[in-house]
């Protein structure tokens, strides 16, 4: 081994500090152990951001041009499904500004929709049925077979949606050592234009490793949004301490379905009137919203209510403002907590929480925050395999040896000695012949 002086040229490398190592180590094996639930999520949320717009495309038949005349009534709507389907009975309907209602019929002996039903689009001013989807049971449309793998990766329920919960909070741990690592440790133009700026005329293995860390630092502050925001749905425990924090100590009260009184039943209006009215109310206060959706009582079910959700901006849901009513008394049922309140009414903390979906998808802003959240997705998608590829490349790659000119050996004592080569006798005698001949 060389000792001393021999050692001058060579940089002894620094080691890195304990809090270095761990947070390497984690953004390391967090990464490989959650890559694949962060890539089914992501590529899922890229194609999620867009469903309204896509599906628009998709039908062009169910866009209607805004007229200047009322739209269905819901009793109307009632009729118009009675009359096409006698055994069902309309569950919910849902319009928004421009388009076709969407109308979901039930099995009156069913209480609950579990999967499969029937769907008409119906125009909004001449009650004309557009198109009619019938499901079975089990069956479900693409959107809900790409929200189904990004919530629970298309596993059952209790078990994929946990692994997705805690997925993404893995995945956040996983941003932020990541943005650690990528910090350069001396601000120079090699280090500024490593860590900022994607070589693209490099090897394949540069390349990769420039998309993994430059796209990541681009996106990271996106994707820690989309992330926080997307386990407020999923984890309980963050959900409430988030909202205790945001509103200075509140509790965050449980969602309750509201109940109708039973104690008093006076049957002054059918199911059909009711629905009327209660949406002549609601109409009244909101006329120039952009969508609406009403939930039919269930009229088996002397307790249940009738909904009304008025949107007053188009492909956005923060501002949106709940009604329920008792289906015997027309009484408007008020509820509590946040989710009660409207967006005005509501304080810091309650206005976030009603935004959360919004920023989730990027419609806070618009289509720009859409195309922003789809972009960043995109990316968030890319880095588990570009991550990948780098641990790949780095740990089952063999490495070639670096090149030192014979100078720096030299200094070090590690210059290759040259290998001795015994002659012959023929040949030592002809040596001694040249050299006698060469003697003055």
């Known amino acids: ?41 992501c590529v899922t949320g890229c194609i999620w951001v867009f469903n309204e717009e896509i ?21 109307q709507i009632s009729a118009i499904a009675a009359q096409a389907y006698p055994k069902m009975v309309v569950a919910y309907a849902q319009y928004i500004q421009g388009r076709a209602i969407n109308v979901t019929l039930r099995n009156p002996r069913e209480r609950e929709r579990r999967g499969g039903g029937t769907t008409l689009k119906v125009n909004p001013y001449t009650g004309e049925i557009i198109s009619r989807e019938v499901r079975k049971k089990g069956e479900i449309d693409f959107f809900r077979f790409i929200l189904n793998g990004h919530r629970n990766l298309w596993l059952p329920r209790e078990i994929g949606r946990p692994i997705v919960n805690y997925g993404t909070l893995v995945f956040t741990v996983i941003l932020i050592t990541g943005l650690i690592w990528w910090y350069p440790k001396k601000w120079n133009k090699s280090t500024v234009d490593k860590s900022f700026k994607i070589k693209w005329g490099a090897s394949f293995k540069r390349l990769n490793l420039d998309l993994h860390n430059v796209l990541g630092f681009y996106a990271m502050l996106f994707l820690l949004t989309i992330a926080l925001t997307g386990m407020v749905f999923g984890i309980r425990w963050y959900s409430e301490g988030l909202y205790w924090i945001t509103s200075g100590g509140e509790k965050l009260t449980e969602f309750r379905n509201m109940k109708s009184d039973t104690l008093n039943i006076k049957h002054l209006y059918s199911p059909q009137q009711a629905m009327d009215i209660a949406w002549a109310k609601v109409t009244a206060k909101h006329p120039r919203s952009e969508g609406f959706y009403y939930a039919f009582p269930v009229t088996s079910q002397a307790k249940a209510t009738i909904g009304i959700t008025v949107y007053p901006s188009a492909g956005q849901f923060y501002n949106n ?27 810091f903390g309650g206005k976030l929480r009603k935004m959360n979906y919004d920023i989730h998808i990027g419609s806070i802003l618009g289509f720009p925050g859409k195309l922003l959240a789809f972009l960043s997705a995109l990316i968030g998608a890319s880095l588990p395999i570009t991550g ?18 014979v100078a720096e050996l030299n200094k070090a004592g590690l210059a290759p000695k040259p290998k001795l080569r015994t002659i012959s006798k023929q040949e030592e005698q002809v040596f001694q012949l040249n050299t006698e001949g060469t003697k003055i």
């Open 388 to 405: 990948f590829l780098v641990w790949y490349g780095r740990k089952f790659k063999k490495k070639k040896p670096s090149k030192l000119s």
């Open 1 to 41: 081994m060389a000792t001393g002086t021999n050692n001058a040229p060579f940089k002894k490398k620094t080691k890195d500090s304990l809090f270095t190592r761990i947070n390497k180590w984690l953004h390391l094996w967090l990464g490989l152990a959650s890559g694949i639930i962060v890539l089914i999520v």
């Open 321 to 347: 403002q709940s009604y329920t009513f008792d289906q015997h008394s027309l009484k408007e049922i008020k509820g509590k907590g946040v989710y009660a309140a409207s967006f005005e009414e509501s304080g």
């Open 55 to 75: 599906t628009a495309l998709l039908e062009p038949e169910t866009k209607i041009e805004k007229q200047d005349k009322t739209v269905l009534k819901p009793s």
